[in-house]
């Protein structure tokens, strides 16, 4: 459970991101791991990046989404400790730089999750390893 | 880094210029002029023929300058490196790449040879130990990691995609390793559509709208895929592996081009075995796109990390992007792209 004045910042010394489509991508720069959310799941993310806190982001997917206050608050905190799990946010204390814009009609409602693709780390894994070079000839002793 | 140290690479290239015969090429790459001057016939020999499509008359206006020697033929060995002096950047041993504590110059070392890059002069000093031992990595892309950072520098990235183009608009062609982007690219090659690679191809945003650009002419096909392309064959060079090398240059030299807008971004799928015969396509998300190129992409050497990413967002967004479901008969495919670029010429 996170309160409702918490906020989290979206860990950008790894994490990049963009909103296409209504779809939220995000790559870890570091392993290749990427990550996609779809519908309210990238409203969060978005949400996140304009610095909005646990409560304000709760009444905007109720504002945005057909759903309940309880169940946005469920399901809002199930997501931000997937993304804590993940690396994606850190606790912040970032003030709102920016308002959220929110469309006339309220939305369909899906529980919002995290897809992760680790097909790149699996790749990178599979690297055989090779020999050293740290005798390589033209190297000064050290 | 110390001029001692820029001077001792360029004493020993010129070390080495006395010894072999010099070959000497300009090449149009990532939309600058590149002037290669290579002692050691074999070095030579392995270093130019994959930028071959890519040639320029000399001009004498140069922006980077690419002086190589090989020591098996000239004697002439690397001068000594200190680690202490550089700062180790990536290393995935035998390949190794490190920036000087002040940045300007970046060496990237592999089982092969070492190689300098002064970023400040846009000067690239390599020395390889024999040109005659390289394998298939080595031939099919020479001067990794530091050809691509000169491109980096100019704003240019390097994607994992195939291009192709067809009246001069191009088609960026993305997806996961198996998904059918060499298909795609090689078809559309023997189709007649013109062709900027199958691998790995630069992208850099310039007045407004996207441009792509060739690097190399190789290609790396497993031998079971080469049997779809008989016209292949001809370029082809068996390796022991389960990978053939092509050299594309010499035979498809006229539909081999250095640069093309991009028009498209097309997200391949293999046929399972009761697909139909022909290529059909229909729209695809940007963010599809987007997540079909970024992984790959971004974890090459010089995949550009964030303005990386930054950049392939924006080329998704303002692209169109289709699924290309490919058919059975690959030469079909060229006939599907070619209906997609003259689609996004209306």
């Known amino acids: 459970m996170h309160l409702p004045d918490s906020r989290f910042t979206p860990n950008t010394a790894e994490i990049a991101a963009e909103v296409l489509d209504g779809e939220a991508v995000l790559i870890n720069l570091s392993s290749g791991v990427y990550y996609s959310l779809a519908g309210a799941g990238s409203f969060v993310w978005t949400c996140l990046e304009n610095g909005q806190n646990c409560g304000e982001i709760i009444e905007l997917l109720v504002a945005q989404f057909a759903v309940s206050r309880e169940t946005a608050q469920a399901d809002l905190g199930a997501l931000l400790d997937e993304f804590l799990r993940e690396k994606l946010v850190s606790p912040g204390t970032q003030a709102p730089s920016q308002s959220v814009e929110i469309l006339p009609a309220r939305l369909p409602y899906e529980t919002p999750s995290l897809k992760i693709y680790s097909d790149m780390q699996e790749l990178l894994a599979l690297d055989p390893p090779m020999p050293d070079l740290t005798d390589a000839p033209y190297r000064k002793a050290s | ?346």
């Open chain 2, 1 to 346: 880094m110390s001029a001692d140290f820029l001077t001792l690479l360029e004493t020993r290239f010129r070390a080495a210029s006395t010894r072999e015969i010099g070959f000497s090429r300009s090449a149009e790459i990532a939309g600058a002029r590149a002037h290669f001057s290579i002692f050691g016939a074999s070095l030579a020999a392995q270093i130019w023929p994959p930028f071959s499509h890519l040639e320029t008359e000399f001009s004498g206006e140069t922006a980077w300058k690419i002086r190589l020697w090989d020591t098996a033929s000239t004697g002439i060995s690397p001068p000594e490196i200190d680690d202490s002096e550089f700062r180790l950047e990536w290393n995935c041993s035998p390949q190794r790449f490190f920036y000087s504590h002040d940045n300007t110059l970046a060496v990237y070392e592999s089982h092969v040879g070492i190689s300098w890059l002064h970023r400040p002069s846009k000067t690239l000093w390599g020395c390889f130990f024999d040109a005659k031992n390289w394998g298939v990595y080595e031939r099919s892309r020479p001067l990794p990691f530091l050809l691509p950072l000169l491109a980096h520098e100019r704003g240019v990235g390097v994607v994992h995609a195939g291009l192709v183009a067809h009246n001069s608009r191009g088609a960026l062609v993305v997806g996961k390793s198996g998904s059918g982007k060499t298909t795609t690219s090689l078809a559309c090659l023997c189709g007649d559509l013109d062709f900027l690679g199958e691998d790995q191809v630069g992208i850099a945003a310039r007045d407004g709208e996207f441009s792509g650009f060739s690097f190399y002419n190789t290609a790396r096909v497993e031998d079971a895929h080469l049997a779809r392309f008989p016209e292949l064959r001809a370029c082809a060079e068996f390796e022991n592996g389960e990978k053939s090398l092509l050299f594309l240059g010499e035979i498809f030299g006229p539909t081999l081009r250095a640069s093309v807008p991009i028009r498209a971004i097309l997200l391949p799928k293999i046929p399972d075995e009761n697909a139909p015969s022909h290529t059909r396509f229909s729209r695809a998300k940007g963010a599809e796109a987007l997540r079909a190129t970024a992984a790959d992409s971004l974890t090459l050497p010089m995949g550009g990390g964030r303005r990386g990413f930054e950049r392939l967002a924006q080329l998704a967004r303002v692209t169109p992007c289709f699924h290309l479901h490919l058919g059975r008969d690959v030469r079909q495919i060229p006939l599907a792209v070619r209906e997609i670029l003259d689609l996004e010429s209306e």
